[in-house]
């Protein structure tokens, strides 16, 4: 399974093209949209990453780069062999490209549903960056989702083999569903340099730590696991201070 990972992934990630770098990063936003979303819930995702790129302190954190701007695209992803771009790449440099991604957001419908294939998400995030025109500074997949894979290639696997090709993995743990999914994602999802994870109690949480983890992304500053939605109790507080991101 090791080999036709990396065989896959050398062929998703050929060397591109010279160009001079133009952006400071270019974003794959994954997104979970398997059998344990349920409408409401679709909707709370798409909307709270919509409100984050209309937020100032969002744009602030993109105008505050060596160009200003970055590249970010969508994709939806559930069973095997169905991940989908909802929202092509997309140049981000203020409020008004902000506004039309946005946009683009709130318009999309969903495309699929089925079981959980975090593996297959990530190698379509990773394909995306190949039909990406500008040579960004950094390339970073933000997997949001509620649950384990439970079909496809080892998500670990998968991971490590991204992350020797440069590219970072962060991760958004919905933890509504699955409570321990924290662990699972920290063990075999997250990975790369200056990567971090979030937690989230639930859906309502999402927009707050979609914004948060945006700024830490797009700014590259480096975040001890969060935790959105509930506090803390002492013996957590003490974990979330060891889980940092791995370098």
């Known amino acids: 399974m090791k080999c036709v990972i990396w065989f896959a992934i050398a062929l998703l990630l050929a060397t591109s093209p010279a160009y001079a770098a133009e952006s400071d990063l270019a974003l794959v936003m994954a997104i979970d949209v398997s059998g344990s979303i349920d409408p409401g819930e679709y909707r709370l995702q798409h909307e709270g990453i919509a409100r984050a790129f209309e937020t100032p302190a969002v744009l602030s954190a993109i105008g505050g780069g060596p160009h200003g701007a970055i590249d970010v695209t969508v994709i939806e992803w559930s069973d095997r062999h169905k991940q989908m771009t909802i929202v092509p790449w ?56 509620d649950g384990m894979a439970n079909i496809g290639p080892k998500p670990a696997e998968v991971r490590d083999a991204l992350v020797a090709r440069g590219i970072t993995i962060n991760g958004l743990a919905i933890l509504q569903h699955e409570p321990w999914l924290s ?16 937690d989230v109690e639930g859906y309502k ?18 975040q001890p696991q969060k935790h959105f939605g509930r506090a803390l109790g002492p013996a957590e507080t003490s974990s979330a201070t060891n889980v940092a991101q791995m370098q």
């Not at 975090?118 to 025109?133: N, S, V």
């Open 183 to 198: 662990s699972y994602y920290d063990q075999n999802v997250v990975g790369g340099r200056g990567s971090f994870l979030l």
């Open 205 to 222: 949480s999402f927009a707050q730590a979609m914004q948060q983890k945006l700024i830490d992304e797009i700014a590259a500053i480096p």
């Open 90 to 145: 997309t140049r981000v440099s203020d409020r008004t490209s902000g506004a039309t991604f946005a946009a683009q957001v709130r318009a999309a419908h969903r495309t699929s549903g089925g079981l959980t294939s975090i593996g297959d998400a990530l190698l379509a995030a990773a394909a995306a960056f190949e039909t990406l025109h500008d040579r960004p500074m950094r390339r970073i997949i933000d997997l949001s989702g």
